[in-house]
């Protein structure tokens, strides 16, 4: 009885050990959000895609909130008909292509932004540490903000396919994206169209920041990247649909049908 009696704990006590051990390991796996929304490029920096941010920060999408402010880009501004003292930092027109996700979920607001209760929920900056006042990671690779597919990214430690981050938004169809601001017909800066193929490989220079202290963060290295380079997601053969919107009473608001992400239906939109 006793023998039979001990048997039984210590059988309980593996049960226990290891529905310990498998809850442990689902914590450690972070829930994903139930919306997608923008969170920054500052969340991509760290033990992730350090030398890419890096890159990124010292290049034009890193500082392009930057040249709304008086006296920088005059050139560029006069070219464009645009006031060069003038401040822009605050015009609805350009903040939808200078910043991150304005106008959106969790994107970027400007100076003297309050909600209903009257409190300041403008979007701090910190000289430092660029994000969503600038054109970030999330402009370029999201339909809706990285929210939630950087969550998947982070429990598979990179090792994810192509769909499984793209139904949370990640959207893999570059060429196009670009069109968002750079080709659009409602730039101020329409005489300057961009050509894709040749600035592709330009854009974020990140081999110069690789250091001893990031190495190991070269996605370009790395075996998974070069299996889901073999593959093709849905973005790449089908496009999503390049935004349009109005300005009315300074406050941009998109026009129906037009963002690639449908929060009501939450769907993807497609071109046809």
């Not at 051990?21 to 919306?35: E, F, L, R, S, T």
């Not at 049908?257 to 239906?265: A, V």
Request: charged share 35%; proline share 6%.
């Amino acid at each position: 009885m006793g023998k039979t009696f001990k048997t039984i704990c210590l059988v309980l006590l593996s049960a226990v050990f290891l529905v310990g051990v498998a809850d442990n390991a689902d914590a450690a796996k972070k829930k994903i959000p139930k919306k997608p929304k923008y969170v920054g490029a500052a969340k991509c920096n760290g033990s992730c895609h350090d030398p890419y941010y890096q890159a990124w920060k010292n290049s034009p999408h890193g500082k392009s909130f930057n040249s709304l402010k008086p006296g920088e880009k005059a050139e560029a501004k006069k070219k464009a008909k645009l006031d060069p003292e003038k401040d822009y930092t605050t015009d609805p027109q350009c903040l939808r292509c200078h910043t991150t996700g304005y106008r959106e979920s969790g994107g970027f607001k400007p100076a003297g932004s309050k909600n209903k209760k009257g409190k300041n929920v403008s979007t701090k900056i910190d000289p430092e540490e660029p994000s969503k006042e600038q054109v970030g990671c999330e402009m370029c690779h999201s339909a809706a903000g990285g929210g939630q597919f950087r969550v998947v990214m982070k429990n598979t430690k990179g090792d994810f396919k192509k769909d499984e981050t793209e139904k949370y938004g990640q959207r893999w169809d570059y060429e196009n994206t670009c069109s968002r601001c750079h080709n659009h017909p409602k730039s101020p800066h329409g005489d300057a169209k961009l050509d894709y193929a040749k600035v592709k490989d330009t854009v974020h220079p990140f081999a110069k920041f690789i250091t001893e202290d990031n190495a190991d963060q070269n996605i370009v290295k790395d075996g998974k990247v070069k299996d889901r380079a073999k593959t093709k997601a849905k973005s790449e053969e089908t496009p999503l649909v390049i935004e349009d919107w109005d300005i009315k009473k300074d406050k941009l608001k998109f026009t129906k049908g037009t963002q690639p992400y449908d929060k009501k239906k939450k769907s993807f939109n497609y071109k046809k």
